[in-house]
C-alpha cells in the first residue's frame, strides 16, 4: 500500500472486485434460540468468530423474509451497501447460498500522504454475481448430487462435510475480477463441422457405445468446443464448463498443441496412437494401477444417476464416457477401452484438423473486421465470442475496454426485463458504438469502431454482419 503513497500525491490505486464471505445455511436447521449455529452448514471465511457468522447469517434470514413481503414469489436477489453487494440464492427449499462481494475500491492519496478509499458503488453487474453463485451450486451439485441427498444419505453431519470438502478449493478457483456476460451465458462453445465430418464421430460415438456396452452416455469435444452430447442441456453445460476451465487445462500438453499432423490408418496393426486418460489410470502397464473415475450427478430432478465420468482424449479430440456408478471400472476395461478408443480417435482427430484446415483455407483469412460480437442462443445454449481471446476462471482477455463489457452487461439486463423481441443501440464515450438484438430466444451484441458513423450507418453494419456470419438466423429488422 505504501509503495503507491510514496510516489506523491495525485496518485490513485485501483482495486479489483474481491469475495469477503460466502456461506451456506437452512433456517428450519436451528429454529430455537440458542441454535443459531445450527442453521450454518458451510462458512468462508472460517476463521471468523462464530458469534459474527450467527449475525450474518441472521442479517441474512432477516432481510430474504423482508423482502417477502413485497414478493412473496420471488425473494430478494441481492443487497446493495456502500462497500459491498450480497447476492442471495436459494437452489433448493430452505437452503440459501449468500456470497459477500466487495465493491471495486479506488485509492486516491492526499498531499499529506493519507489515503482516501472510494467505493465504486456502481460497478459490480447484480446479473453477472448472481450467475455466478448459481454456477457454484451447479459444480457443486454436479459432484455431489442435491443438498437434500446428503442428508438423506448420512444426516446434517455428512452435507457439512462435503460442502466443506468441495467448496474449500472451488471457492479458490473464482477470480470475480474476470466474471462477465458470459457467465450469464454459462454458454457452449460448438465447433463447425461439415456434414461428412459430422456423420463420422456420430458413427464412432454408435461404433465404441456398442463395443463398450456398460457406457450410458457419452460426450464429444474438439479444441475445447462441444460437437456431440448425450446428455440434457443443464447438465452438459456445466460439465462443459468443468471440461473446459478445470480438467483441460491441467493437461495441456506442449508437445502436440497446435500439432495435429494427420495420421494415416495406413500405418502397421499396432498404431501408435496419442489416446490417453485425463480422469482415471495415469499409467495403463501398471499393474497397481489405479481405476478411480470422478463421479458426477445427473438428472437430478428427475432419475437422479450418479455416474463415473471417464475423460479420454486424442490430440485435440475429447471423448467422455460416462458408465453407471455401480459398476467399478476394472483395470482390463480401462486397458480394452485405450485398445479400442485410443487408435481410432487419433484417426478421427486428425481427420477433423484436416477438414478444418481445409474449410479455414475455403473462407480465407479475413482481414481484422470493424466489429466485435457476442452471440448466445438460449435455445441450444450456443454460444461465440470474438471479444473473448481467452476465458479461464482466472483470466478474461477481452480484446475491449471493460467499460464497454459492462454496456454490454446493462443492455442484457434490460433485455431480461421484457420478454418482447427489442433492439437497443449505445454511443459510448469512446468513439464506440455498441449494438443488443434480442430476437427470438437469440442475442446478439455488437461492439463497432466507427468514430463517425451515424445511427442509420451503424444499423446497416450490423445488418451486413447478421447476412455474412449469421446468414440462417431469423432476426427481426
Known sequence: MAAAAAGGAGQEKQLAPALLSFFIYNPKLGP???????????????????????????????????????????????????????????????????????NPVIEKYHKDGKPVIEYQEEELLDKVYSSVLQQCYSMYKLFNGTFLKAIEDGGVRVLKERLEKFFHRYLQTLHLQSCDLLDVFCGISFFPLDKMTYLKIQSFINRMEESLNIVKYTAFLYNDQLIWSGLEQDDMRILYKYLTTSLFPRHIEPELAGRDSPIRAEMPGNLQHYGRFLTGPLNLNDPEAKCRFPKIFVNTDGTYEELHLIVYKAMSAAVCFMIDASMQPTLDFCRKLDSIVGPQLTVLASDICEQYNINKRISGSEKEPQFKFIYFNHMNLAEKSTIHMRKTPSVSLTSVHPDLMKILGDINSDFTRVDEDEEIIVKAMSDYWVVGKKSDQRELYVILNQKNANLIEVNEEVKKLCATQFNNIFFLD
Not at 441472521?58 to 413485497?70: D, S
Open 32 to 102: 430455537r434460540e440458542g441454535e443459531e449455529e445450527k442453521k450454518i452448514l458451510f462458512y468462508h471465511p472460517n476463521e471468523v468468530e462464530k458469534n459474527e457468522k450467527i449475525r450474518n447469517v441472521g442479517l441474512c434470514e432477516a432481510i430474504v423474509q423482508f423482502t417477502r413481503t413485497f414478493s412473496p414469489s420471488k425473494p430478494a436477489k441481492s443487497l446493495h451497501t456502500q462497500k459491498n453487494r450480497q447476492f442471495f440464492n436459494e437452489p433448493e427449499e430452505n437452503f440459501w447460498m449468500v456470497m459477500v462481494v466487495r
